[in-house]
Structure formats: C-alpha cells, structure tokens
C-alpha cells in the first residue's frame, strides 16, 4: 500500500476514468445484445436474464468506481475541475445504457416477440444500427477523435427522428393492443439508448455548458 | 456552436514533469536561501534589539501562542517553523524557548482544514464529518502540548533528546556550527543578495531589517510555489495512495500521511485533502485521522531542511525537536485504544454541536485560532 505512492498509478485517473467508460459501453453492448436476442425469438430464459442482470450490475459498480476516482482527483487538484465535472454527468448516460437494454429484455418476458413480425426485418435493422452505434461511440470516446464524434452525432441524430415516427405509428397501427406497446416500448428504448450515447459523445465535440443538449428537437437547442 | 479545441474530457494542459521538477528544485534552493538570510538579517540587528524584542517568548505559554498566531496569520506552519529554525540558528531565541512555539506551530497549522471544513457549512450530515475531520486533528494537537509541555517546561528531556539526535549527525556543541554541502550551496546565493541589498540601504541595521523581511517574503513564496508545485507532481501518486488506504486505518495510513506531506512539504495540503474525501463519505473519519497524525511527521522535514542550510546545531536541535515532538505525541496517544480515539470522539461531539449551531463553528475557529492566542500574547508579555 504505501509502495503505491512510489509506484504511482502508471496512468493518471483521467485516463483510466475513460478506459472504464469504454469498458461500460462494452458491457453495455452485451447486455444490449443478451436483452434484444430475447426479444427476436430467443425468449426469455435463466441464463439470458443471469447475463442481463450480472452485466448490468458490472456496470454499476464500475460506475461508482468512476464517481470514487473522480472524487479522489477532485480533492487532490483542481485543474481538471471540467474533465471531472463532465465524467460525473457522462457515467451516468454510460450506466443508463444498461438501464434500458435491461429494460427491453423485461419486454421479452413480458411477451414481446418480433421473431416473426411483418416488420421484423425493420425492427432487426435498428437493433443493429444501435448496436453498432455503441460500439463506435467505445471506439471513439477512447481516441477522443472529435471529428469522428461529430459524424456520429449527426447519425444519431437522424435515428433519434425515426424512431419519433416509429412510435407515432405504433399508437396509429391497427395491430393490436400488445404489438403496439411492444414497438412504441421498443422504438422508445432504442432512442433513450442513443440519446445516452450522444449525451456522451457530446463532451468530446461541445463544451462543458452544452452536454446532454443533443437529445432535444433541433429547434429546441 | 463551435466545437472546443480539445474534448473537455481530456486532462488540462500541464508543465512538462521534468520541467516542473527542475522549478521544485529552484524553488527549493532559494528557500534555503531565505533561511540563511532570515538568520544573517538577525544576527545583523544585533543583541541589542533583538534581545528585548523577544524576551517576552521566554514564558513558555506567551512562546506557544505566538507559535500558534504566526502560523495562523502565514497558513503555513512550514513558514513558521523555518522561521523560528532562522531565529534559533542565529542566536536570538534559544531552543528551550522555541520548542513552546514550534508545538503552537503545530496547533496553528490545523486551522487551514478547519476553514476547508466550513465551506461544507450549508448541508449538514457533510458537515459534520468535514468539521469532525478537520477538528480531530486540533484536539490531537492540543492533547500532545497538554502532556508534553509541562514535561518539557519540567525537565526538558525534548530538547535535550533532539539535542543528543543532532550529535549523531554533526560533531559541535549547542551554540556551535556544523558545515553541510547544503550550507555550502546557499551561503554564495545568501551572501550575494546581501550584497545586493547593502548596495541599496546604507546603515546596518536597516540592511538587515530589510534582509529579514526579504528573507521572509522568500521563504514563503517559495514555500508556497513548492507546495503548489510538487502537489501537481505527486498528484498522481497522492491518489494512488490514499486510495490504497481508504478502507484502512492504522500505522499504514499514518506512513501515507507522512509521505505525501514530506512530498508536497504542507501539512495542510494533506489534511484539506482529506475533508472532501470525508465530506463526502468516500473516506471514513477513523481511517482519515492515522492520515492526519503522519502529516505531522511529514511536515517536519521542512524544518530540517532549513536546519541544514542554517548549519547550526541549535537550529538542527530545534529541528529535530519538531520531529521528536510529533513522533512522540503519536506514541503516547496512538498505540493505546482508550487514549487513540479521545481526539476523533472530541470532534465528534464538537460537531455535532457544530451542526445544530453553525456559528458555534465559527465561534470555536475564531476563538481558537485567534482570539486565544491573541489574549495570550496580551496578557503574558
């Protein structure tokens, strides 16, 4: 223990701070992938939902982990205040991920299934733009690449109005009851799910006063 | 809106370590500068200033008052004591009367963390724990002159230990002079900016008035500037190890206190650092207080660092004096669990108070820290 003071950490916290964020969204993919493979036919099951649980709460610890470290950096210097003020607001949207991924596979158990829906093939495209959105928003929150950043935004922005006027259909749809709550649900988790990952793109591309602020209609920004 | 420079995310722009390094060391040299012109200043008054001027710290109590004032009024008990090591070196003020100020050095210290503690004022359960944090530290102070002092007014068995300490690293008696490659190294610099300064000022006793108060401003600007910037060196290492010992308590945190305080050369830094991690519950306030009692160790080096400079043994003696002092307060109080905790569960009701009325805090701050000490003064000089 006292051999770390003259070790030191190899890294400074900032950056371990990041690699645990990218480390999140990875899980959150998993989790991502366990809970919506349940609703494409999989079904619920124990070792699905032992997956979605286990992950999840992974994530939660390495979120307070974060909270712990930048506290500790917080208290030793100061000059790092806005990097620190904009990972205690983005660990949050990194931990919602889980939160909601975990939220589609409670759809599955509630009886949601797209297996073989008529628009299964639509619903399955979403899922996988948004599963590869998480893995590039990993990708480019550890490079930091702000051009990167941006384009990602800007394709996430455009999901953000699909999915508007996948939900606006689903409460239109003369399907039934349970097949329009499972879209609109759906529709609705992917966008919360994106607007996190914005939410934490923005601190690479924004500064500080504007995070979170890709999430509302263009006009209102 | 334009898109920042950098991400927000990334580290803020820094002094290359190497760099900053190099400025420590600078920065280090002329504050042993300063000591060694703080005492050529007062040896150049002459005993007949001097002499009057500090009779009155002969009374033990006036002594540690004045400790406790001078580090209040500078925050730095680093300055204080490098000052009273420049002030003992020279001749003016002997050991047996220092000793009493460099323990009022050691209480004054702690007001640094008990004002980072007010901040918290406004939510009370942080409160509480920050004003505890901060506060154990005073009454473990306060506690160790209560037991110490009378010994030492009694018998005098610190100074005559740190006394016999100091003979096992310089040949000389008390009064005498010992040369170190320390001394050796500022005494060119010290000399040359006194020459400077007799170029400006004619008679000699303003050029040594002038001497002392450049002196002064150097040892704490630079003091200041090295605190600062080892503090950005260490960082890294600060937090690696207190995160090590943040759910410990014991002898290992009292080492990590001690480090990291010799690393940034302030107690208070150390201490201020803790309040937050207390506040804020990520640090429990029994595994924070061995922290506390090792940067009282840790600040000690400072005091030695300018006995080498000063290259006397009294000022080396008053010097290990500090240190003997706070290893030996650690001692007596820390080992034995009935005596270990009296200063945290002091804190603790201390707050508690605190907390039901916020200007008791400030009452106990003001009046500790500056109404006492400034009574004191008053009345036993």
């Known amino acids: ?221 | 809106m334009a898109t920042p420079e950098q991400p927000i995310t990334a580290r803020s722009a820094r002094l290359p370590s190497p760099i900053r390094a190099l400025l420590v060391v600078a920065l280090l040299y002329a504050f042993l500068v300063g000591v060694k012109m703080l005492e050529s200043g007062i040896k150049g008054i002459g005993s007949d200033y001097t002499d009057p001027l500090f009779a009155s710290v002969s009374n033990p109590l006036a002594g540690l008052f004045v400790g406790i004032l001078a580090t209040v009024l500078v925050q730095s008990s680093s300055v204080t004591t490098a000052t009273i090591v420049g002030l003992v070196a020279s001749g003016v003020v002997g050991v047996e009367a220092a000793v009493p100020m460099i323990m009022g050095a050691n209480i004054g210290t702690t007001v640094t963390n008990t004002l980072v503690s007010l901040t918290n004022a406004r939510r009370s359960e942080q409160f509480r724990l920050a004003f505890t944090a901060a506060t154990m530290h005073d009454f473990f102070n306060v506690l160790v002159v209560i037991i110490l002092l009378p010994l030492e007014i009694l018998t005098g068995f610190l100074h005559a230990s740190a006394s016999w300490i100091a003979g096992l690293f310089v040949e000389g008696n008390l009064g005498g002079t010992f040369d170190s490659p320390i001394k050796a190294a500022v005494s060119w610099s010290a000399k040359l900016a006194e020459g400077g300064i007799e170029s400006v000022v004619s008679t000699p006793v303003a050029v040594a008035i002038v001497t002392i108060a450049v002196a002064i401003g150097v040892i704490f600007v630079t003091l200041t500037f090295i605190t600062k910037n080892m503090r950005a060196l260490v960082a890294d290492r600060i937090e690696a190890s207190l995160n090590a010992v943040l759910a410990k308590s014991g002898t290992i945190g009292i080492v990590v206190g001690m480090l990291v305080t010799i690393a940034v050369q302030s107690s208070s830094i150390t201490t201020s650092i803790l309040i937050p991690l207390v506040a804020s519950g990520l640090l429990m306030v029994r595994n924070a207080y061995p922290i506390t009692l090792g940067a009282n160790i840790g600040t000690t080096v400072t005091a030695l660092l300018a006995a080498m400079a000063a290259g006397s043994v009294d000022g080396l003696t008053i010097a290990f004096t500090h240190t003997l002092f706070n290893v030996l307060g650690i001692l007596l109080v820390y080992p034995w669990p009935r005596l270990r905790y009296i200063p945290v569960l002091l804190a603790e009701r201390l707050a508690n108070m605190a907390v039901r009325s916020k200007s008791l805090a400030l009452a106990y701050t003001f009046g500790m820290f500056v109404v006492i000490p400034f009574l004191g003064i008053l009345v036993l000089t």
């Open chain 1, 1 to 221: 223990m006292v051999m770390a003071f003259f070790r030191g950490r190899g890294e400074s916290t900032l950056d371990e701070v990041k690699g645990t964020l990218v480390s999140m969204l990875a899980d959150g993919r998993t989790v991502f992938d366990a809970a919506t493979d349940a609703v494409f036919g999989g079904g619920k099951s124990k070792q699905t939902k032992q997956t979605v649980r286990s992950t999840d709460q992974e994530i939660n610890t390495a979120q307070q982990r974060v909270r712990r470290s930048l506290m500790m950096h917080s208290a030793v210097t100061t000059v790092d205040l806005p990097a620190v003020l904009a990972y205690m607001s983005i660990v949050k949207d990194a931990e919602r991920i889980g939160d909601y991924a975990k939220n589609m596979y409670d759809l599955a158990k509630y009886g949601a299934n797209f297996e073989l829906a008529e628009d299964h093939d639509e619903l399955l495209s979403y899922r996988d733009a948004v599963g590869q959105l998480i893995d590039d928003a990993a990708a480019t929150f550890a490079s930091q690449d702000q051009t990167q950043a941006q384009k990602l935004i800007d394709k996430a922005d455009r999901f953000l109005t699909d999915y508007d006027q996948k939900i606006k259909a689903a409460f239109r749809s003369e399907g039934t009851a349970d097949q329009a709550v499972a879209r609109a649900l759906y529709y609705r988790y992917l966008k919360r799910i994106t607007a996190h990952i914005m939410n934490m793109l923005t601190a690479i591309v924004m500064p500080i006063e504007r995070l979170d602020y890709y999430d509302e209609a263009p006009e209102d920004r």
